[in-house]
């Protein structure tokens, strides 16, 4: 950027995107300075390098922005666990159960593990019947995911939250009889600005289609 550019000519272009040509780094490092703004090398493979001016301060705000907004539309699903016994008996199974009901509830996955020991493995089958019963249990408001399989000497099963839909209105009932469903939202046109953006990535992109942007 600005005095750290080594290459003897750039590429130039301009704030709005427009190709403005070849010039020497040092015509291309007043014009900027002249501007107030700032010389980014952002195609430094090209022959001669890609080189836009713009105002590189606002552009790291505008960044850093995006990457905020981006960072707050993120849903992250956690995945809790709970183990099991084979020989686990009703009230320490209601106990967990009510363990991955909070779980699914709070919309985590669940990974289920029936540990098994010694000779337990002998009746591998009663730890099937366990993960069987919860998923069928926990039926209404989860699914499985992943079926039951068994690694080494544990049996694993995972659960999701099942995804909530919206009743369907019988047919011919009345907004009377039956709440309307919301009217779908339009959709929204491309901000003026993201085109503008998409255009001057494409124009960099035809000067050097190969060339990674920094």
């Known amino acids: 950027m600005n005095e750290r550019i080594r290459a003897p000519r750039v590429r130039l272009i301009g704030v709005d995107g427009e190709q403005l040509g070849i010039f020497a780094t040092t015509d291309a ?29 606002k552009f790291k705000y505008e960044e850093a922005i995006k990457a905020k907004k981006a960072r707050k539309h993120q849903t992250t699903v956690q995945v809790k666990e ?20 909070r779980f699914i509830d ?34 209404e408001i989860a699914l499985i995911e992943n079926e039951p399989k068994l690694e080494g000497r544990n049996m694993f099963m995972l659960i999701a939250p099942t995804k909530k839909e919206l009743p369907k209105p019988v047919k011919g009932e009345t907004a009377t009889g039956a709440e309307k469903a919301p009217a779908a939202e339009p959709e929204v046109a491309p901000a003026a600005a993201e085109v503008a953006e998409a255009v001057a990535v494409a124009e960099v992109a035809a000067v050097e289609p190969e060339a990674a942007a920094e």
């Open 29 to 57: 490092q007043q014009m900027t300075d002249d501007m107030n703004l700032d010389l980014v090398e952002v195609a430094p493979n090209g022959d001669p390098p890609v080189a836009r001016i713009m105002d590189y301060g």
């Open 106 to 139: 709070a919309g985590a996955k669940v990974k289920v593990t029936i540990m098994f020991r010694g000779r337990e493995m002998v009746h591998a089958e009663r730890g099937l019947v366990i993960l069987e019963r919860l998923a069928e249990d926990l039926r």
């Open 82 to 101: 709970i183990k099991f016994r084979p020989k686990i008996d009703k009230h320490d199974y209601e106990t967990k159960k009510k363990h991955v009901i």
